[in-house]
DNA sequence: CTCGCATAAGTAAGTGCTTACTTACCGAAG
DNA sequence: CTTCGGTAAGTAAGCACTTACTTATGCGAG
């Protein structure tokens, strides 16, 4: 096997590790053992474990999607956005974030990880998810709030709150995942049904 | 000091850094020192690590506050109950929740590394939390469809998400407390901006 | 009051195992 | 004969947990 090879095999499993043990938790060893070679080679082609994990979060599939979503190319969230269906631009962006768990990269339990260990690059990781985020949603909703659609709530507030849900959801089907005791909600219905409580909330129309 | 005294100053001390760095983060030789004895004692007073953070779900402050949440005794809760005033229950469910986080047992965050690590303990305690919480406030929404006054949202979906901007405010929190660079949002304020958004959503009133 | 002694509270210095990381070496291809 | 992909066998430090031992604290009998 090439040494580019090699390499994308390990970050592979090295992502799978990180995800499921978090940094502290997933082992040099193990990762080794999972791409088929001797921890000395994991070595040879990342020099410590930190360059390891930076390698993973500088991958196209991490910061690239948590920077950049790939927004820019959803031709369904730009014409959602054009056309200010709110429902529609909402139900996108959760559904866009979710998925990114089904990817290549297991998304969100590397985001919450990063978020709780005390760990220089996991936490700027997670911050400059969490600041983009809130840019561009929080951006969209003090739009929509100017043009009278949304009530004067708080935007920050409100990304928060969808945020929340999504990165609960997701906590909930990896746990499901794992225990099958939760409920299970794929991703399609949770977008679409957080877009809706989010837009509209719990309350009846009144007469 | 007593046996009970030093028991408690280690628990304390435990709490603290299990909640900080994880189940797995965190070491007994960390604890011992951060409550001022030796590792030999640790082990004298508890069997094992496990036992040590078996000790800490089954205190008072935690596992009891979180399958009961004290809310038997939350009389504004119980009133607005009463009254059906939504507003006041979500606004009361969220606060309580939140200020768990404040008192002796960094409750929130101790809850999200029980969902990440995979420590059956660990795990049980986080779904015991989540299905209570489902049981309670689906219960609550379930009724108040009954009665008309929401919208047919699915419950679970609905605490899921409640649950989840409740999470994600903690979690911001936290990391506020850290680095400062996130915005912080009191917990009374967060509690009622979601409660508000949870009811209302964000759509402006239709005319 | 105090002596004797059991018991609880405490420690220093380990145990064996695991961790991240290294060294010294090998065989094949160009 | 060097360079590249690879390994076996390390190393020092850190982990949960133990051992062997010392001090403090009751507390009933004399």
Same mark, same amino acid.
């Given at each position: 096997?090439?040494?580019?090879? /090699?390499? /994308? ?5 090295? #992502?799978?590790?990180? *995800?499921?043990? +978090?940094?502290?938790?997933? &082992? ?30 500088? &991958?196209?599939?991490?910061?690239? *999607? =948590? &920077? ?7 031709? =369904? %969230? $730009? ?16 559904? &866009? $974030? ?11 339990? %590397? ?41 004067? #709530? ?5 990304? /928060?709150?969808? %945020? +929340? ?13 794992? *225990? +099958? ?25 009144? =007469?």
């Amino acid at each position: 096997m090439s040494g580019d090879e /090699r390499r /994308r095999v390990i970050l592979q499993a090295a #992502v799978e590790l990180f *995800s499921q043990h +978090g940094f502290k938790g997933a &082992t040099t060893k193990e990762i080794a053992k999972a791409s088929g070679v001797s921890e000395a080679m994991l070595f040879r082609h990342f020099e410590n474990k930190d360059a390891l994990y930076e390698a993973i979060i500088e &991958t196209k599939g991490c910061r690239e *999607s =948590a &920077t950049k979503f790939a927004w820019d190319n959803d031709e =369904a %969230l $730009i014409k959602a956005i054009a056309e200010k269906d709110d429902a529609a631009v909402f139900y996108r962006l959760g559904f &866009t $974030i979710l998925e990114k768990q089904q990817s290549n990269v297991p998304f969100m339990r %590397l985001l919450l990880y990063s978020a709780l260990e005390e760990h220089d690059l996991a936490e700027r990781f997670f911050h400059e998810f969490v600041e983009r985020v809130y840019e561009f949603i929080g951006g969209y909703i003090a739009k929509r709030q100017k043009d009278g659609a949304f009530r004067k #709530v708080k935007p920050r507030l409100a990304v /928060r709150a969808l %945020l +929340g849900m999504l990165l609960h959801h997701s906590l909930n089907n990896i746990l499901w995942d794992k *225990s +099958g005791v939760l409920l299970k909600i794929s991703n399609d219905e949770a977008a679409k049904g957080f877009a809706d409580i989010l837009l509209n909330g719990l309350n009846a129309k009144e =007469a």
